[in-house]
Structures are given as C-alpha cells and as structure tokens.
C-alpha cells in the first residue's frame, strides 16, 4: 500500500489533509521544523493532533530536521520525551547528534532520516538503517533508476519516502546559505527568505550601472526552480520502491493542501486497483492547475533536467479561488463560510473527496442565517445558507474559476 503523506503547517490543514484523503502528516513543534514561518504546533496542539489521527487510523510525524548547533540541543530532551509519551509515530532528522537524542529519550518512536540529510547513495542508506533508522527521505537529487538501486540494496526492511509535489529548492538537498547571508535567516533552521526566487541583474563596478540578465522583456529568475508534479508517473514511483508519497507545502493555504491532497489520493487509488495498466485521466492532472503553483516538472526523476528553471517568473498562478467552505448542511443546501466575494448567478465548482467532486453549483439562492437574502457575499468570513442540490459535506470548499481579461 502506497502512503499518501500530506503537510500540516497548523490544526485547519491538518483537518483538510485528513478529510481530503492523507494517510499521514508531517508537521512541526514550534522549535527545530524547517517551516519557522508556518504556524506549527505547541505542546497541546501536539498531543491534540496525534489524538485526532490515531482516531481515524492515520499516522503523525514530527519534523526536528533543522542542522543543529549546540544551543539547539538545550530543550530538544524534553521535546522528544514528550513526542514519545503522547506516541508520535515518527521523528524526522537530518543531523546525527539529533538522532542520538531521539534514540536516547524516544525510544518507542520510529526514526526516519530527513530529505536534508542528503541520501544519494545505497551505502549511506545502509548505514543509516544500520543506525535504527525506520525510513528514509530520498534526496531530491535522485532518479528513479538511483531510488530502484538502493531499494534492491536495502531490501524491504527500511521503507522510502520521496517527494512527488511542490516547491523544490535550487540547492542541493536545501543546503543553501543565500537566505543567511542576504537576510539574517537561517535557511537550515526553518527561516528562509526563498532568495533563490528573486530577480538579479549585474552591476559595473566603475559606474554603477545596472545591467540586467533577461532571457526576454519579463527578465530571468536564473534560480528559480518550477514545482515538482509527479502524479502521471505513480506508476514508476511505486516500482522504483517508494513506499511513501510525500507532498511539500506547510506554509501553503488549505486550499492548496485540499487541492493537491485530492488529486494524489484519487490517482493512487485508481493505480492500486489497476497498477499494470495505469493511466491518468486528464480531469485528475487538470485539478493540480487550479490552486497556486509554479510551472511545473519532474525535477531529477527522469535525468532530463534541463527545463527544470522557470525563467520568467517567480510569482505562482492559479486558474481557480477559494470561495467559500461548507462548514454545515440543512435540508435544501448547505451552511458555507465565505473566503472570497462572489455573487448570486456565479457558478461556484466543488472540491470534495466525494463522488460529487467537481459538480457545477449555479447560486441562485442565498441567505445569512436568519433567512435575510444576500445577492452579494462580500463581508469577510460571513456565514451564509446556500441552496443547493449538490449533497455538500462539512469541510468540502467551493472554487470559482478566475476570468482571464
């Protein structure tokens, strides 16, 4: 069985990743994750969310991956007993001094290896099972034919994990120091400024002239990776050995997360009921074009790298909004809470784990809750009666397609 493993930047993601169909989570303490800026989780939060996806058979993981200094180490027992009392089901590292802690005082905990820790080789991934560790991330500087090798090097006793969607860093395995240097952020202890995604030109010395680099009129970001999709290649995926399918993108919206966590879940799916004869439909790799996003690619995986920068711009783009979330239903339509203006005669599209998935809904009728109509839902957050019906579920979203001028 293939792991849908999804990112939890704070509890409202969490909650959309596990409606939408994740396996599993990944997400932080508010120490020691490499996402200083999603909102991360406190120790309660920490022990609420274990609590909600072992209740749903669903699996938890911590990220403590950042490279740690000495300082970093003063609080991280205390920490990592606790991840163990409240039973995490894995402790992500990239550093050995932190995976000696985590041996040490999680001893029930799994110990997997951080894609920061830069495994790009099958001797390293013995080693590294040898050390007790359960899984490990894959570099992302790997293709498949390199994961199919360590695999059959390693046998089945270790499992893989390797990422098949989001952002990817210019540098290799995120070891870069841009962001420490330009801005003061730690990019290895969860801070950075993504300085790779900036615009730059060159200056003459002499003169001061500002000469720019373009490739066109719009400019050229020459470190400015496209996002990585995956989702038509499950298939090779899954023979080269991967047992956990990793999405990127703690500090993206719950739509994104609603988003992408849909399409992979309705696409391993339809693998694992026919994995010989595996094909997408255009309808699942069309959703993965509606929330934010880069350009995209298939990084290192296919060793055809060389379309892998995205030139024009570092901006995303997304061809649909997020409108509103059912947060309730009633006879003759649902509860939603609106996130984006829309108006009666707009046709909203839903975004739902259920067979429904992707029906049109025109607004003909809706109202606050006290039954007054509204023609225009344009107050921030406002709770509204939409007739509908479409059998909407509490945590479905409804998107509404961007008009191109």
Known sequence: MIELLAPAGNMEKLDTALYFGADAVYLAYKEYGLRAFADNFDREELKIAVEKCHTLGKKVYITLNIF????????MPSLVSYLNEIKVDGILVSDLGVLTIVKKYAPDVEIHLSTQANLTNKYSAQAYADL????????????????KEIRDYIGDKVEIEAFVHG??????????LLSNFMTGRGSNHGECAQSCRWEYSLIEKSRGEEMPIEEDSRGTYILNSKDMNMIRYIDLLAKAGVNSFKIEGRIKTSYYVASVVNAYRRAIDLYEKNPDGFVLPEDIAFDLTKPSHRKYCTGFYMKDTKNNECYDTSKPRQNY???AVVTDKFDGGAVIEMRNRFKVGDELEVLSPNFYHNSKIKVEKMTDLDGVEVLDALKVQQKLKLYTNVPL????????????N
């Open 393 to 404: 579920t509490k945590n479905d979203i409804l998107r509404m397609e961007i008009k191109k």
């Open 132 to 147: 007790g560790v359960k899984r490990l991330v894959m570099a992302r500087e790997l293709s498949l034919d390199e994961i």
């Open 68 to 75: 740690a200094h000495n300082r970093d180490f003063v609080n």
């Open 321 to 323: 909004d997020f409108m």
């Open 167 to 176: 952002a990817m860093c210019i540098s290799y395995s995120g070891r870069c």
